[in-house]
């Protein structure tokens, strides 16, 4: 594994770590206005990011099923789109703002909760990362490096205010700003740790690349409509979501085109 493969999969985790390093800054819990904003950037990153860097690499590397190329997006999206309801029914687990957790129900602290549903959407990130590279790296399918750093860019870009997201409320909740740094920083060690395991295991991914590029693509949009767009569409003027949404999403079109 070369330094700039390594480097790729510990960017994303930088993002979430810089995010997280807010809580040193800032005195205050971030206004919902900006909460919102942030997190339909994000939404609008990752759902580019599931069709340029996911969806439409995986239709192109099945183009010797002809007419029925879509079949193995078709079955790869569903499959994560299973695998996260799945994992979201099980796993204890409070959304920013919401004041009732889901899945299992635990005698777990509020502020854990809160930072395993971070977790939980950091899962498929982590996945769409190690893919992509494990792709890449085969050398037998048609993803570039600069494809690759296209979607690792865009996941750190995207990250960095979930990092902030979530550090800023765990200490609104009274943990330390220490605490909810490092809870941050978790957070989001899923991804490297997701993306390697991947890696590790590309001499079985490589022959199934399209249904695993488009198992992640489903994954990631589970997260945008069950968790972060009703989150950025909450209380007036939500339309400061939708155009954040607008500008995250041109962003890593942009990113991945230039760069692929």
């Known amino acids: 594994m070369n330094v700039n493969v390594i480097l790729g999969i510990l960017i994303p985790f930088l993002g979430t770590s810089l995010g997280s390093a807010c809580v040193f800054f800032m005195k205050k819990e971030l206004d919902y206005k900006v909460e919102r904003a942030l997190i339909g950037f994000a939404s609008g990153v990752m759902v580019a990011a599931s069709v340029w ?18 079949m193995p997006s078709v079955i790869g999206f569903w499959t994560g789109i299973l695998f996260l309801l799945f994992l979201d029914s099980i796993i204890p687990h409070l959304h920013l703002n919401a004041d009732e957790p889901e899945g299992f129900k635990s005698k777990l602290k509020k502020t854990t909760m809160m930072v395993l549903a971070v977790t939980l959407h950091n899962i498929p990130e982590g996945m769409a990362v190690g893919v992509v590279y494990a792709g890449y790296l085969s ?122």
Do not use: C
């Not at 860097?53 to 879509?70: D, H, R, V, W, Y």
């Not at 009274?174 to 890696?199: C, H, N, Q, Y």
């Not at 992640?216 to 939500?238: K, T």
């Open 139 to 260: 050398g037998s399918s048609n993803i570039t490096a600069g494809g690759a750093l296209a979607l690792v860019l865009g996941i750190a870009i995207q990250n960095f205010p979930e990092g902030a997201i979530i550090s800023m409320p765990l200490h609104a909740e009274g943990r330390s700003k220490w605490k909810s740094f490092m809870d941050g920083v978790m957070s989001g060690a899923v991804e490297p740790i997701g993306a390697l395991l991947t890696i590790v295991a590309a001499g079985l991914v490589v022959p199934s690349m399209p249904y695993l590029l488009s198992f992640a693509a489903g994954a990631m949009m589970y997260v945008v409509v069950e968790e972060l767009i009703p989150e950025m569409s909450q209380g007036d003027h939500s339309n400061i979501g939708v155009v954040m949404f607008a500008s995250g999403f041109t962003l890593m079109m942009a990113l991945d085109v230039a760069l692929g």
């Open 53 to 70: 860097s996911l969806l439409i690499p995986a239709m192109e590397q099945s183009e010797s099923l002809g007419k029925l190329s879509f």
